[in-house]
């Protein structure tokens, strides 16, 4: 009597167990990638490198870093692990034109990508300088990023060509 009422209660409870079973490790499965990915956002997101930046060797403010000595591991991956100019990350708040005789000064500068208002990186300094030389009118193209004196948030930024 005792055996067949555990049998009979223990069956429907299997077969619950094993109906609840499956939904539930897809759910624990979601959660766990949730955490995963949330943990290596957080990781990848997180101030756990040092800062490269030059401006702490020459006592202004690091703007890459906003002053806490430490980048996160995407902004590593920006970088390339490369030393950061004093200027990254600064906003372009005045525009200088030199060398330009034939072609239009404003009509290159649109090409360079760069605008007044944008973040100045060292990526886009470069990539402005290989846009303009791929027009094939200049022999050389030198994008300098001037800081203001006393520096501040913003910068200066001269192009200078040579035409061909
Ligand atoms: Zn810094």
Redesign the pocket.
Known sequence: MRAVSRYGESHPSQSMEQGTKRPGSITFLLVGLVLLVSVGGIAFFAPIFE?P?L??SVETQ?Y??K???R?TAFQRWRTGGNLVETWEGKEISEIETMGFRKTSAQNCFALTGLRKGQQITDARQRRACQQLLAEGCFESVEIYVLEHTPPTDKVTVALCVIEK
């Open positions: 800062c930046g401006a702490h690091c890459f870093c002053g806490n000595g980048i």
